[in-house]
C-alpha cells in the first residue's frame, strides 16, 4: 500500500529553497535538518523536500542539483502571485503569459535552479479545442 508520494530535489542552499516555498507558497515545515527539509501546504496535504546532494544519504555519484525539474503550482489568481514574486525580487524565467491550451502562468526559479510554473487554469482557445478537443 502506497502511503505518500512526494518530490525530493537537491539543493546547494536547502535552508533558502525552503525559505523560498515558506515564504512566496505558504509551506510548512514537516521536518528540518541542516541537510533536509520536508515541506506541507495547509491547504490540501501537497508536500515536497529539498536535501543537500552532497548528503551521505544520497549514492555516490548521484550526488547533484536538481536540473530540468519544472514544479507546477496551480493557484486561484496567478497574476496576483506574479506581481507578489516580481515586487519581491524573485527571478522571473518567463513573464506571465495565457496559453492556448488553458494555462496563464508565470515561471520562476527558486534558490537552488529548480523551475517553479505557477498556474491558473483558463478557458482554452477555440483552436485548441477544435483540434485537441480540449
Do not use: K
Amino acid at each position: 500500500m502506497l502511503l505518500s508520494c512526494y518530490p525530493v530535489l537537491g539543493s546547494t542552499d536547502v535552508a533558502a529553497s525552503a525559505r523560498f516555498y515558506r515564504e512566496h507558497f505558504g509551506f510548512d515545515t514537516a521536518f528540518e535538518a541542516d541537510w533536509y527539509v520536508s515541506l506541507r501546504h495547509p491547504d490540501g496535504g501537497h508536500e515536497l523536500a529539498l536535501l543537500d546532494p552532497a548528503h551521505e544519504s544520497v549514492p555516490a555519484g548521484y550526488g547533484a542539483a536538481a536540473r530540468g525539474v519544472l514544479v507546477n503550482l496551480e493557484v486561484d489568481d496567478v497574476d496576483e502571485i506574479a506581481a507578489r514574486l516580481a515586487a519581491s525580487g524573485v527571478p522571473i524565467v518567463q513573464a506571465l503569459r495565457s496559453e492556448p491550451f488553458g494555462q496563464r502562468h508565470v515561471i520562476v526559479s527558486d534558490p537552488g535552479g529548480v523551475l517553479v510554473d505557477v498556474i491558473t487554469e483558463i478557458e482554452p482557445s477555440p483552436e485548441f479545442v477544435a483540434a485537441f478537443g480540449g
